[in-house]
């Protein structure tokens, strides 16, 4: 089994900062892309930003230049530091893994994961 597991959200006012953190942990054999998610009320959940094992990243058009992507290989780890943040950025902000994880007897299967969701609110 796998799981990950989110943590840095929080209440903070316009223009400020947050730090999500994200860990991975269980039965890993390698993980693809790390992303994070993020679902506004009444809203579908779109990317935010996204990070691959070799360091590309990509961001939503609306978060270009105030937030950035991290992962640390080693400990399974992926970060998303924001800035400026804007009311707007208010909303559930979910972890996502494109991981294989190991099977006895069969070596590893690749599968989609999600964290639980932290939630971020940004005062005007």
């Known amino acids: 089994q796998v799981q990950l597991v989110e943590s840095g959200g929080g209440l903070v006012q316009a223009g400020g900062s947050l730090r999500l953190s994200c860990a991975a942990s269980?039965?890993?054999?390698?993980?693809?892309?790390m992303n994070w998610y993020r679902q506004a009320p009444g809203k579908q959940r779109e990317l935010v930003a996204g990070?691959?094992?070799?360091?590309?990243?990509n961001y939503a058009n609306s978060v270009k230049g105030r937030c950035t992507i991290s992962r640390d290989n080693d400990k399974n780890t992926v970060n998303l530091q924001m800035d400026e943040l804007k009311p707007e950025d208010t909303g559930v902000y979910y972890c996502?893994?494109?991981?294989?994880?190991?099977?006895?007897?069969?070596?590893?299967?690749?599968?989609?994961?999600w964290g639980q969701g932290t939630q971020v609110t940004v005062s005007s």
């Open positions: 996502n893994a494109d991981i294989v994880h190991y099977i006895p007897a069969v070596g590893g299967a690749r599968r989609d994961y």
């Open positions: 269980g039965s890993i054999v390698s993980i693809n892309a």
């Open positions: 990070i691959i094992a070799g360091g590309t990243t």
